[in-house]
């Protein structure tokens, strides 16, 4: 048994929505909360089992359904210590539980990717939890191919996901090259995501994909997408106009402080999903990385190409969450529910993880006022 003490805690009220307690205390037995109880309930337990969150807030772990990398490692490399060295460095940022992102490479190096995050979901490496992957491409737009290899796209079929089915939770793809709406309906029916992103499509398009076959989420609003025109508005249009999951890079980089307000403020502060996006050089600090053979250099947050391009995200989540509440002024539990509640549902996970309650997994993040990681808790153990 662990008792957490003296933190703002944020849980959910009797509505669902979060928002923070003070004077409580968590007590979690082996992998799983067991209470939720006042403050002087927790007093009597020994020393040993207390854990002060020292006025720190107290959330559920974060979630990060877009990362291709970091800690100097990639999804794509064929190497059994990717996965649990990203699993570290994301569990260092506060994430939990994450969807390593696959990249529109050849088809057979995406099944390795895929062979290596199936064995870890069978045999978590310590850190954050590897809760599928995030195929994003290849069925993508050659137009909006981004940072993707066009050689590499393809169109979409079902047969070739099917026997991945228990490892792929969302894919990425371009509407407006499915060949038959049907295959949204075989990944919905195999419990998988489709999401809109690296898409050329216009407003009509991605209504239709929302509206009539049910697609829900959208990847990194703003980046890879036909943008807003008041005659023509486009995928963002689209996006900003439905009830569909937007992801966005709130990295300050990616999408600019104004624009992720616009899109707090077209959302009502719902239907919001914070990711990093992050590449192998996030969390490895300043200097020279790579990317595809591409050398990249990073200072801060901004990771660039040597003529100035940007080359991609070094994001971390915890500080996705800091940019995010600051640019909006949002209140602070609904920023949290951007990052656990949110994605948790996507993910069809919400019994389980992704709000501190009764019976759900003791995935819990405590941090400071500027979001600054404390203590990272994965099924009831804290991580050093
Ligand atoms: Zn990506």
């Not at 923070?20 to 007093?43: F, N, P, S, Y």
């Not at 499915?178 to 050329?200: K, M, N, R, W, Y």
Request: net charge negative.
């Amino acid at each position: 048994m662990i008792a957490i003490i003296n933190g703002r805690f944020i849980l959910p009220d009797a509505k669902g929505d979060f928002a923070i307690v003070t004077d409580k205390a968590i007590l979690c037995e082996g992998e799983r909360i067991a209470a939720i109880v006042d403050a002087q309930e927790a007093a009597a337990l020994p020393a040993e089992s207390i854990i002060d969150a020292g006025g720190g807030y107290v959330a559920p772990g974060f979630l990060n359904v877009h990362v291709h990398g970091c800690d100097g490692m990639d999804t794509m490399d064929d190497d059994a210590q990717a996965l649990p060295r990203m699993a570290r460095l994301q569990a260092k940022t506060g994430v939990t539980g994450f969807l390593p992102t696959t990249m529109t490479c050849a088809w057979t190096e995406v099944e390795t990717a895929f062979a290596h995050i199936r064995q870890c979901m069978q045999k978590q490496p310590e850190g954050a939890r590897v809760l599928g992957a995030h195929m994003e491409g290849p069925f993508i737009s050659p137009a909006k191919k981004g940072a993707q290899a066009e050689e590499n796209i393809r169109q979409a079929d079902f047969s070739l996901v099917e026997p991945w089915q228990d490892v792929v939770r969302i894919i990425t793809l371009a509407p407006e090259e499915l060949p038959d709406p049907a295959f949204v309906a075989s990944c919905e029916q195999a419990g998988i995501t489709v999401s809109i992103g690296h898409t050329a499509a216009d407003y009509d398009t991605v209504m239709d994909a929302i509206e009539k076959h049910g697609v829900h989420h959208i990847t990194h609003l703003y980046n890879a997408m036909t943008p807003f025109h008041h005659r023509n508005p486009g995928v963002v249009g689209a996006a900003l106009d439905s009830a569909s999951n937007c992801e966005i890079i709130a990295d300050n980089v990616h999408a600019h402080p104004a624009a992720q307000r616009l899109l707090y403020r077209a959302k009502g502060g719902r239907h919001i999903i914070l990711i990093t996006d992050s590449l192998r050089a996030c969390g490895i600090g300043d200097g020279p990385s790579e990317l595809g053979g591409q050398a990249v250099f990073v200072k801060g947050e901004l990771a660039t190409l040597a003529d100035g391009t940007i080359a991609g995200s070094v994001a971390t989540m915890n500080r996705c969450v800091a940019h995010f509440w600051e640019n909006t002024g949002a209140p602070l539990p609904l920023v949290i529910e951007m990052v656990t509640k949110t994605p948790a549902q996507e993910l069809g996970l919400y019994e389980e993880l992704g709000s501190l309650a009764v019976g759900k997994r003791a995935d819990i993040v405590i941090f400071d006022d500027a979001v600054g990681i404390q203590r990272t808790i994965i099924g009831g153990k804290s991580l050093d």
